[in-house]
Structure formats: C-alpha cells, structure tokens
C-alpha cells in the first residue's frame, strides 16, 4: 500500500500552493471583508488548467483523477475556504455531472466553457423547506410542446449570481417521490423568469455568494434535460458523493492552514523568556491539531481513491466529510485559543477558519445526516 501521492500530483499541488501563498493569500481577508466573489482568481485558475481537474481533456478538462481534485481543493482550503467552496461547487456539482449524465451535444455546448474555465458551474437543489430532506421538492417542471417550464424557489446556491449555467432538481411527476425528481440546464444569464432574489450575508465564507433563487415560468428546450426524466434523484446521490469528498478537501485545508498559524504564532510569540511553543499545554494542543489533520486527509484520499476505482464510496465519502469537517472546526477553534486575544482579532487568520469550517458540518449533508447515512451502512 503505497501513501506517497504521484509525481503529478505532487507537482500540481506544489504549483497551486505557490499560487494561492502570492494571489489568494494576500488578498483573502479582504475579499472577505468587501463580500467579493473573486472574478480574477478563477479567471487565473482557469489559466492554470484547474477549473476542469476532473473532468476529461475530451471536453477542455486538465483529464486528472479525483485524488488530484482533492489535492487542489485542500490547497485551496489553506488559505480561502471561500476561494475552495466556490471551486468545488463549480467543479463537483456544476460541471461533473454534465460528463457523467449528458448528452454529448450538452458537453460540447455546456461543459466545455466550464471545464476550461471560460465560465461558472452550479447547481440548485436545496429549497426552503426542505432542509436536509432535499427529495421534499416544490419547483416543478411542466412540458409544453417541445419545452419545459420551470417554477419554483431554490435556496442556499453557491455560485448562483455568477454562474454561466446552473443544473436545476424539478419534480416533473408529482406524487412518483424520488422517481419523479428530474435535472434541468439553466442559462441564468438568458432564460427569462430566472432571478437571484437574495444573496446572504453569512458567518463566513462571504466571498463564495450563497443565494436564494426564483423561477417563474422559466422556459427552456426540451434539450437541457439532464439524462431522462425522473433520473435526477439517482444523479444526485451518485453526485453528492463527489460533493463529500470535496468537502472533506476543503475542511482538511482549513485545518491545515488554522495549524500553520497557530504554529507559527506558537514558535514566535514568548512568554516568561521562552516560546509558547515549548510550553506543555501549546505543545500538545498543537500535536493534537497535527493529528487530527492527517486523519482527515488520509480519509479524504482513501475515499477518492476508492471514487477512481469505481468502487462504491458512500461509506468512505461520509465518514471522509464527518470526520474532516469536525476536524476543521476543532482545529480552528484550537488556533483561535493558541494565539489568545490575537486570535479573534481579523489581523490573523484563525478567526476566518474557524467561521469558515463551521459550514463544512452543514453543506453536502450535515454531520448528524452524516451519522444516518454511516449507520445505515452499518446495518443499524
């Protein structure tokens, strides 16, 4: 059993290290701060080939595995949990069910822009009532001749106001549960009836919009159904899957980036002639925090490895996400209390991933949903 990442990935990884210390680094409490979605970053990324990691050359795509996803929404996560959130819901949900469900004249049209970084990914499944129950669905799509008419109400939508397509979960059979939820190809930008109609101010991660979104009498072509009608719950589970691991990247990448300024911090800052670093209960905290860390990752590559075999990863994705997300926020909080009144302060950055990690336990399926799904793969 070999645990030594691949040359490429090693490589990528060192690359987009060094471009997020001199781009987002710099900039990532400010953008924060001014609740800016960062246009010119991504813009950069899709330079660099990391818009489309996942997704196959075919269609624009860098052509790489999900491991090496994982390994640049981790980087990504060191430094902006905003940046890396935005990313993955671009990548996991925007885009890579496009390729895994489409049409090829829908890849060609819809997934190449994305894959290459011409254009933002998202997607919209979660509605105001149906919390973690997302199969409690209201939007609705009717056929009309050769179009679809979409009603409805979609909220908490990363990317929504800046996204050049967002894959849209309609029921088209009422009364048919999980067999009559189908996926719909929304252009935001040309589709009359499609409106962001809030976007929030959150704990943190305000530099990824999170929007509520309407449709009223949102017509478009019978060509923008994703597969075949009542296929869309069945693509969303297989998604969501993804979207944990992407999930688990970016916590492990919060943790990573909360240590390393708690460390730094610890081996820097003196108190009574000697670095806090040297002090038991720093010392500690922080071997505790290293170790948390490496559990997640190792979790986290673990269950994308499995994803690039093809094996079944909804155990692993889950208990990748649980774990990690946790992690993250323990993490971070043990930053905060490692550099004291300095911590809370947003001249550093523990503040900003402790607020960010919390997300991580809510997005993709909370933890307790988390618990559902691994005790149900327990038999229990």
């Not at 072509?221 to 069945?234: A, K, N, T, V, Y």
């Not at 909360?258 to 108190?271: D, K, L, S, V």
């Not at 307790?368 to 327990?378: A, S, T």
Request: proline residues 3%; negative net charge; contains cysteine.
């Amino acid at each position: 059993m070999d645990f030594t990442l691949p040359d490429e990935h090693r490589m990528t990884r060192d690359s987009v290290r060094e471009f997020c210390e001199e781009e987002i680094e710099p900039i990532a409490q400010e953008i924060e701060d001014e609740h800016r979605f960062p246009e010119e970053i991504f813009e950069e990324l899709g330079k660099l080939d990391m818009m489309g990691v996942p997704i196959t050359e075919e269609y624009g795509g860098l052509g790489g595995d999900t491991l090496l996803y994982a390994v640049v929404a981790e980087e990504l996560g060191r430094v902006s949990g905003s940046i890396a959130l935005s990313y993955v819901a671009h990548t996991s949900l925007g885009a890579k069910p496009i390729e895994a469900f489409g049409t090829e004249e829908q890849k060609e049209e819809w997934l190449r822009p994305l894959a290459s970084g011409e254009g933002i990914g998202a997607w919209a499944l979660t509605e105001p009532g149906s919390g973690s129950d997302a199969s409690d669905m209201d939007t609705h799509a009717e056929k009309d001749g050769d179009e679809y008419v979409l009603d409805g109400t979609k909220q908490f939508i990363t990317n929504a106001n800046v996204a050049n397509s967002v894959l849209v979960k309609a029921v088209t059979e009422p009364g048919a549960g999980y067999d009559g939820i189908s996926t719909f190809i929304v252009d935001p930008q040309n589709d009359d009836g499609f409106e962001v109609s809030t976007v929030w101010d959150k704990m943190g991660l305000n530099a990824s919009p999170t929007c509520e979104l309407t449709l009223k009498d949102v017509r478009i072509p019978e060509d923008r159904l994703l597969g075949e009608e009542g296929e869309g719950w069945d693509q969303t589970k297989k998604t969501l899957n993804g979207g944990r691991i992407s999930i688990a990247a970016i916590s492990t990448g919060l943790g990573q980036g909360a240590f390393e300024a708690a460390r730094e911090y610890a081996t820097e800052r003196e108190q009574f002639g000697r670095p806090i670093s040297k002090f038991d209960a720093i010392r500690d905290k922080l071997v505790s925090m290293d170790r948390k860390i490496e559990r997640s990752r190792l979790l986290t590559h673990k269950s994308a490895w499995e994803y690039d075999q093809g094996m079944d990863v909804t155990r692993s994705s889950s208990l990748a996400k649980l774990d990690a997300s946790e992690t993250a926020r323990e993490v971070a909080e043990d930053a905060v209390q490692v550099l004291g009144g300095y911590g809370y302060t947003e001249d550093f950055a523990p503040q900003r991933f402790y607020r960010d990690a919390k997300l991580m336990e809510i997005g993709e399926g909370t933890s307790e949903i988390q618990h559902l799904v691994l005790g149900r793969e327990l038999g229990l």
